[in-house]
């Protein structure tokens, strides 16, 4: 069956310009995360929604960042005013509810310029 | 909160050799215990995971890892590799989250 995908795989943008990065989930999935990939930093959690309960967005690194969920599947992760810093692997995953286990796409590639 | 800590950055074996990758967490509630690979140009796949009972777990490809509670620790082992081991494995823990160490590179040498 189909895995989560995400778009676009690579995104080259310059600094200070806004970019979104989107995930589309295993169907049926209820639980949907965002992680970031980076040198230095390793995998990092950024957000994590679950069904239609608010989301939780403890790892978000700055109010640069923000992410939405429509309709319970597919899932927009945005980042203003790009900067270098920013630059990383930027993967989802999602989950079925009751499960413990996350299963992710091949992440977006984001340089920033 | 949860951490999880690798013992090594980089592993560089012979084929055949075995391997054994340590890992060891910190987290006070119920664990539940991954190892993930990720292999040259693919993206994060589950190897195996603990959540309870047997703390002797059998993975894809060959691969085992032992969860000992007194140390904290959860292991991966496999008693000979291949060159197509070759990748980046990671240890994680969750809550709902999954925390991950940093993560061992493991070269094997045909």
């Known amino acids: 069956g189909a895995g989560v995908s995400q778009s676009p795989s690579n995104k080259v943008t310059e600094k200070g310009k806004d970019v979104e990065l989107r995930c589309d989930p295993i169907?049926?999935?209820?639980?949907l995360y965002w992680y970031r990939q980076s040198l230095g930093q390793g995998l990092e959690f950024l957000i994590y929604f679950q069904g239609n309960s608010a989301p939780d967005k403890s790892g978000l690194p700055s109010d640069r960042f923000s992410a939405e969920r429509t309709g319970g599947s597919v899932s927009t992760l945005t980042i203003q005013r790009t900067q270098q810093e920013d630059s990383a692997v930027y993967l989802c995953a999602s989950s079925q509810a009751g499960s413990e286990t996350q299963y992710f796409g091949p992440g977006t590639r984001l340089l920033v310029l | 909160a949860q951490s999880v800590s690798q013992h090594n950055h980089h592993v560089i074996l012979s084929e055949a050799a075995s391997l054994e990758l340590g890992c060891n967490y910190s987290y006070g509630g119920t664990v539940n215990l991954f190892w993930y690979v990720q292999y040259p140009g693919q993206h994060l796949q589950l190897l195996l995971k603990y959540f309870s009972g047997d703390p002797l777990v059998k993975g894809i490809k060959g691969f085992e890892a032992e969860f000992i509670k007194s140390k904290f620790s959860f292991n991966l082992r496999k008693p000979s590799v291949q060159w197509s081991d070759t990748a980046e494995y990671f240890c994680?823990?969750?809550?709902?989250?999954?925390?991950f160490g940093a993560g061992t590179t493991v070269t094997v040498r045909a």
């Open positions: 169907s049926g999935h209820t639980a």
């Open positions: 994680a823990v969750r809550d709902y989250k999954l925390s």
